[in-house]
């Protein structure tokens, strides 16, 4: 069973552009999450989406948005970048939302470099 | 702010040698969970403790709950310089808007040949 996909593997992008992630999640798993992850603040909850809803969402600015098709593919956008937006960024997929009684399994993420 | 925190922030040890993490986290939780996740990599999956259980074991990990502490610790026996990685523990947080599985700031293990 293939894994979970990110595309792309690495980004540069220049501050006030906008950026789309993209993530596959593993076959059957209609859940997926996504974490942003930097040296200073570790990993931080972004969203989850279940069957094409958003679950829950983090804080973060409305500049960071995300949503989940039908085949359970999604995508997140961040419009207007800015340097402090460069991070790895995560996504996760999961059989269930909202709870926790099973491993989330990770893709190896996207580098975005805001110059 | 974070539910978990691991506790050392970085461990250097030599092969053969055992590694112990610790997470302690803040508010009660149905069950803990840790994972690996090497340089510039996603994170993996390692072990799954539920909120009932004290102690499970998977290979060379060994991971311990004490919920009265709110705290657990991962134990790696034997280690090798392929365990050279982050170490994060990750706790289901639960609030108004709903849960989330929150992590730790981890641990950053160099093994040593």
């Known amino acids: 069973k293939a894994g979970v996909t990110q595309t792309p593997r690495y980004l540069i992008k220049t501050r006030g552009q906008q950026v789309t992630l993209s993530c596959s999640p593993i076959s059957g798993h209609r859940s997926v999450s996504w974490y942003q992850q930097t040296p200073g603040q570790g990993l931080q909850f972004l969203f989850e989406?279940?069957?094409?809803?958003?679950?829950n969402k983090g804080n973060f600015p409305g500049r960071f948005s995300g949503r989940q098709f039908s085949n359970s593919r999604s995508e997140m956008n961040v419009s207007t970048l800015e340097l402090g937006d460069s991070a790895l960024y995560l996504c996760?997929?999961?059989?269930?939302?909202?709870?926790?009684?099973?491993?989330?399994?990770f893709g190896n993420g996207t580098r975005l470099t805001v110059t | 702010s974070q539910q978990g925190e691991e506790d050392p922030q970085a461990l250097s040890i030599q092969e053969g040698e055992n590694a112990t993490m610790n997470c302690s986290y803040k508010?009660?939780?149905?069950?803990l969970q840790w994972y690996r996740q090497n340089s510039g990599r996603g994170l993996v999956h390692l072990i799954l403790i539920r909120s009932n259980e004290r102690e499970k074991h998977s290979g060379r990990l060994r991971v311990t709950l004490d919920t009265s502490k709110k705290s657990s610790s991962l134990l790696i026996t034997a280690s090798r310089a392929a365990d050279t990685a982050s170490y994060f523990c990750?706790?289901?947080?639960?609030?108004?808007?709903?849960?989330?599985?929150?992590f730790g700031e981890g641990t950053q293990l160099t093994v040593n040949p």
């Open positions: 989406y279940f069957s094409e809803t958003q679950r």
């Open positions: 990750a706790t289901d947080y639960r609030e108004t808007s709903g849960s989330r599985l929150t």
């Open positions: 508010t009660s939780i149905n069950n």
């Open positions: 996760a997929s999961s059989l269930k939302w909202g709870t926790y009684n099973s491993p989330l399994h």
